[in-house]
């Protein structure tokens, strides 16, 4: 059986991304070696959608190959807790179908 999913994020600045997972969201991190670190996120799922879709009406598509989201109890204090460690966001939040989204620049 499965237990765990490891999601593995390519980045030009890893660096910066890491400080990202570390500093600004608190992830604990392992040094594997050679500069690559794992961060321990707690309980994942996995989505497998399609790239173009109608749905409740509408129709829509993406060209996006990954998506990582990241869940909390109370949007408006983690983006206060995020902001103040320096995390920037790319709008205010927006009420989805499926909840309340959004977009945090990495």
């Known amino acids: 059986m499965i237990t765990a ?7 030009e600045d890893p660096d910066a991304a890491r400080a990202f997972f570390r500093d600004v969201l608190g992830f604990a991190g392992v040094d594997t070696g050679g500069g690559w670190l794992i961060f ?7 989505g497998a959608h399609p790239s173009s879709w109608e749905y409740q009406g509408t129709t829509g598509g993406t060209d996006q190959r990954f998506d990582v989201s990241f869940m909390c109890d109370d949007l408006t204090a983690t983006m206060a807790e995020l902001s103040a460690k320096g995390a920037e966001f790319s709008g205010p939040p927006v009420e989805e179908p499926w909840g309340v989204t959004v977009g945090v620049k990495v």
């Open 5 to 11: 999913l490891h999601t593995l994020i390519y980045c």
């Open 40 to 46: 321990k996120t707690g309980p994942s799922e996995l």
